[in-house]
């Protein structure tokens, strides 16, 4: 659990500092998904720096999806948004309501919760058909961003965000199913495109998302994508458990804490809003 609010941390700071750097990046003509956005904000530092902390983060969530069920990692990805929070309070002097800091403490307690209930990963291998099925959810993100500049702003705000949950969900599933990490294993295994297929698409999903619309929308529909369904996959197919009579706990604090990071939805691009942004700089 300790490396799984570790990457909280991580996402949580890199956030801050790629959310200004897409919005000081110059929008391009289209209304979709905008490939180049990418390329343009990469050239600041500020990406740059949150690119690293993601690493990091990516880092510690496959340490610890390797050793705690999906449905408590996933909890605390979504967490980040708390960190975000407080990050973006301390740094960029956003004032957060009572309200806000009180989301903050449900998100604290809905995590020590699972932190107390969490089992050991399930020992259910993944099958190969759960594979393809990973491949082709993040062929599909790649798909629903291409239709996503058809829609209404809210709409598409709502669908980038959602898709971009769906990619990340496609990364928490497909560490849990590559078993062996030699370079004949992972070329012949349909995960490993399901994870850099899926991260891939999250990335350029979540940042057009940023750029384009509502990002508490956006953020809402990262946020349900993110921690549902790789839950119930973790669950159903991995065999993911609880300790011993603790099971009505976890699912307790599964709820309280994601309910908490909706509510911080907002964080999802720094939480600053265009005022804390430019006496950032």
């Known amino acids: 659990m300790i490396c799984a609010l570790g990457s909280a941390v ?3 700071t890199a956030s801050v500092l790629q959310a200004m750097a897409a919005r000081a990046t110059a929008p391009g003509t289209g209304s979709g998904v905008d490939p180049a956005l990418f390329l343009r ?3 600041q530092w500020r990406y740059i720096a949150g690119l690293g902390l993601d690493g990091l983060g990516f880092v510690l969530q496959i340490i610890a999806l390797r050793s705690i069920p999906i449905y408590a990692v996933g909890a605390a990805l979504a967490a980040s948004l708390a960190v975000t929070a407080v990050v973006s309070a301390r740094l960029l002097r956003v004032r957060l309501s009572g309200f806000e800091w ?3 403490g449900v998100v ?3 995590l020590a919760m699972l932190g107390l209930a969490s089992g050991e990963e399930g020992d259910t291998a993944g099958s190969t058909a759960l594979q393809y099925a990973m491949l082709g959810v993040a062929v599909g993100v790649l ?3 291409a239709v996503a500049g058809r829609l209404p702003d809210r709409g598409r705000a709502l669908v980038l965000g959602l898709g971009a949950g769906f990619g990340f969900g496609v990364v928490e599933v497909a560490v849990r199913l590559i078993d062996e990490v030699s370079l004949g294993a992972l070329v012949t ?3 490993t495109y399901a994870l850099l297929v899926g991260g891939g698409a999250a990335f350029l999903l979540l940042t057009s998302a940023l750029q384009r619309g509502s990002v508490t929308t956006a953020t809402a529909g990262m946020v349900i994508g993110e921690t549902v369904g790789p839950a119930l996959v973790g669950v159903v ?3 993911d458990r609880t300790r011993e009579g603790l099971g009505w706990l976890a699912v307790l604090g599964f709820v309280v804490a994601v309910a908490g990071a909706l509510a911080l939805a907002r964080f ?3 939480g600053v809003g265009e005022v804390g942004i430019e006496g950032a700089r």
Request: net charge neutral.
């Open 189 to 191: 295994n349909p995960a």
């Open 143 to 145: 798909l629903l961003g």
């Open 108 to 110: 604290c307690a809905g």
């Open 41 to 43: 904000a990469v050239r």
């Open 237 to 239: 197919w991995l065999g």
């Open 268 to 270: 999802g691009e720094a």
């Open 102 to 104: 009180g989301a903050v």
């Open 10 to 12: 991580c996402f949580g």
